[in-house]
């Protein structure tokens, strides 16, 4: 019996050529379009797009770390994704403080700049989560690298909507609520990581000291 085997993970579709293309593909179009954002978010003085910009660096940095988890043991994927969602939430607390100190400044949000990069943001992420589609119901760590990419998207809309609305009320509280909403879209997406984490750990730590296993291995 395979020790990776689980929750009806197909081994051959991890370690396929297939997979680590589309990781690669994610890390390249998330770093690199995090940092033109996050540039985009300061020149735009906007909240929701630096929160943006941070989760599609954090996604890139996760993929990254999912691309060298690859041909790991159950154990070892499923502490590859606990990381990850303790990065992720780290990332959604750190937003949610930033926020929370911006609500207590008055500079205006230029919503037209805004709105040009979330929409950029979202061709790229909607580019990079084409080749993650057929893996998205696999172990924790692909899971993990899923929800990122899926956290981008939901994001981006967003953000262009804030933009939208920043542009009719003059107001930079649309701009506030959506920084406040990706906060805890990362919150949500990390518990649900790390509770997928949990759950292959205890399953690969229950084959490692079930004898039929061990002894199924070494025939």
């Not at 929701?48 to 043991?73: E, N, R, V």
Request: proline letters at 3%; hydrophobic letters at 55%; a neutral charge.
């Amino acid at each position: 019996m395979a020790d990776d085997d689980c929750c009806g993970v197909d081994q051959e579709q991890i370690r396929s050529p297939g997979y680590r293309r589309a990781l690669w593909i994610v890390v390249i179009l998330n770093v690199g379009y995090g940092v033109i954002e996050l540039f985009g978010g300061f020149l735009a003085n906007s909240q929701a797009l630096k929160a943006d910009a941070l989760d599609f660096l954090g996604d890139g940095s996760i993929t990254f770390l999912g691309l060298l988890a690859i041909g790991w043991s159950l154990a070892w994927r499923a502490r590859s994704a606990f990381i990850q969602g303790i990065f992720l939430g780290l990332l959604g607390l750190w937003v949610l403080l930033s926020t929370v100190l911006k609500t207590l400044t008055d500079t205006p949000v230029e919503a037209g700049l805004m709105g040009l990069f979330a929409f950029a943001a979202l061709i790229v992420n909607l580019i990079a989560v084409v080749p993650l589609l057929p893996y998205r119901d696999g172990d924790a760590n692909m899971r993990a690298v899923w929800l990122f990419s899926r956290n981008d998207a939901i994001g981006n809309v967003a953000v262009i909507i804030a933009a939208g609305l920043v542009a009719l009320t003059s107001t930079r509280w649309p701009d506030l609520i959506v920084a406040f909403l990706i906060a805890a879209l990362f919150l949500h997406s990390a518990w649900n990581i790390l509770r997928d984490a949990r759950r292959d750990l205890k399953v690969a730590t229950s084959r490692a000291t079930d004898p039929l296993t061990r002894e199924t291995k070494s025939e």
